[in-house]
């Protein structure tokens, strides 16, 4: 492995900023989100493992969830209406980021035939592992809205959270299509526990301040 690439394979992980949009009281990288999702993740599959009946790969969900933005090194950090603007811009960043990935990839001298670097990423979001990276995503983007909101009273993020509510809406509809019935009450348990952060806290709208409350909060989610 060659030291150099790898110590600024990291510097880039630490400078690129995350939601490069708006404005941040404390700004955060993605080698911070990385962290964040890492740990959560596996949390989330010693629990699983322990308590759901269902078996998962920690290792893999580990693979997937420290490789799952590297591509972010190439790109930084793109706004998520632009990089899914429509089928052709989605495309064209597609590739940019697979050739972005090799390169990182063949820098660390790990190749697409000699390791599974590339597949990782490529593969980061498929599977019932994928899925657990999908909530730790998720969940670190309520994580930073609610930190940034409720306790560094940045208010101009507050309308970031309808949105946010639109991706737990659509993970949630995703989960439910799956046919692995323990794995999916599991994960949908935690998506409303992902939710609650912001009930409890009354972040999101008024009409939703009254179950802000352990005993509704799933009552909430079910009807978003």
């Known amino acids: 492995m060659n030291t150099?690439?790898?110590?600024?394979?990291?510097?880039?992980?630490?400078?690129?900023?995350?939601?490069?949009?708006?404005r941040l009281v404390q700004q955060e990288s993605v080698m911070e989100h990385t962290g964040f999702v890492c740990l959560l993740a596996y949390i989330l599959c010693e629990h699983?493992?322990?308590?759901?009946?269902?078996?998962i790969d920690t290792s893999s969900a580990l693979q997937k969830a420290v490789v799952h933005d590297?591509?972010?090194?190439?790109?930084?950090?793109?706004?998520?209406?632009?990089?899914?603007?429509?089928?052709?811009t989605?495309?064209?960043?597609?590739?940019?980021?697979?050739?972005?990935?090799k390169k990182v990839g063949n820098n660390l001298g790990l190749t697409e035939e000699n390791s599974n670097f590339f597949k990782n990423w490529e593969n980061s979001k498929q599977g019932?592992?994928?899925?657990?990276i999908r909530l730790c995503d998720l969940a670190s983007v309520v994580f930073k809205i609610r930190e940034e909101v409720m306790f560094l009273s940045?208010?101009?993020?507050?309308?970031?959270i309808d949105q946010v509510m639109e991706y737990i809406k659509s993970f949630k509809e995703r989960i439910e299509k799956r046919q692995e019935s323990q794995f999916k009450n599991?994960?949908?348990?935690?998506t409303h526990m992902v939710l609650g952060w912001f009930l409890w806290a009354n972040l999101y709208n008024p009409t939703l301040s009254a179950y802000s409350s352990p005993s509704r909060t799933r009552w909430a989610v079910d009807n978003i």
């Open 70 to 88: 590297i591509d972010e090194i190439i790109t930084g950090d793109i706004p998520r209406p632009t990089k899914y603007y429509n089928k052709e």
């Open 128 to 132: 019932k592992e994928g899925e657990i």
């Open 154 to 160: 940045n208010k101009r993020l507050s309308p970031q």
């Open 90 to 101: 989605r495309k064209a960043f597609e590739k940019i980021e697979k050739a972005g990935v």
């Open 186 to 190: 599991y994960i949908l348990d935690l």
């Open 48 to 55: 699983i493992n322990k308590f759901s009946g269902e078996k």
């Open 4 to 22: 150099e690439k790898f110590f600024e394979m990291a510097h880039s992980m630490s400078s690129v900023h995350r939601y490069s949009s708006l």
